[in-house]
């Protein structure tokens, strides 16, 4: 899958690509880097450019991400792939799904974006445990955790793509 990557046209790689991280920004730098020799190189682009992103762009790859907790409609890949990364999430009984309801609130209303983590093999407990400790963030240490989420997050992803997932 990596060599279909590098053989689309660029405007179909940064759409393929826009499915791991809803950046345009990151999508044009890492679409613009190609040919990778390996997912290694693709990912360590991925890297350097979500690290290059400003915050707005950070922004724009969080909206397209659903609350923890809430279900995705839906049958194209990102769908599939966030229905699966927050299976864990999934599982907690109805407290704490209506703690997570109550901390994703909570959480947009202190930093004004959706809390996002990398949910993959994480139970609804951990989730919200991370979600609490988050909440007391300062601004700084909390941009610092989203990007970090975020570049698990597209790293994952970029993994599915070149796997064909």
């Not at 290694?40 to 397209?64: I, Y």
């Not at 599939?80 to 909570?106: H, I, K, M, T």
């Not at 400790?133 to 970090?148: H, L």
Request: aromatic share 4%; proline share 2%; glycine share 10%.
């Amino acid at each position: 899958m990596l060599d279909r990557l590098n053989a689309l046209p660029t405007m179909v790689a940064e759409a393929e690509l826009l499915t791991c991280c809803a950046s345009r920004r990151w999508a044009v730098e890492v679409a613009g880097g190609r040919p990778y020799a390996s997912l290694a190189a693709l990912a360590e682009a991925s890297g350097k450019a979500l690290q290059d992103l400003d915050w707005t762009d950070v922004l724009e790859a969080l909206a397209a991400h659903p609350r923890i907790g809430e279900r995705v409609a839906g049958g194209e890949r990102e769908a599939r792939w966030s229905r699966g990364e927050q299976a864990g999430a999934a599982g907690g009984g109805d407290a704490v799904q209506a703690a997570l309801v109550e901390g994703n609130r909570a959480y947009e209303e202190r930093f004004g974006h959706v809390f996002l983590i990398c949910a993959t093999g994480k139970t609804a407990e951990e989730i919200l445990a991370d979600l609490r400790v988050r909440r007391g963030n300062d601004d700084g240490t909390e941009v610092a955790a989203v990007r970090s989420e975020l570049a698990a997050i597209t790293a994952l992803r970029l993994a599915k793509l070149i796997g064909g997932a």
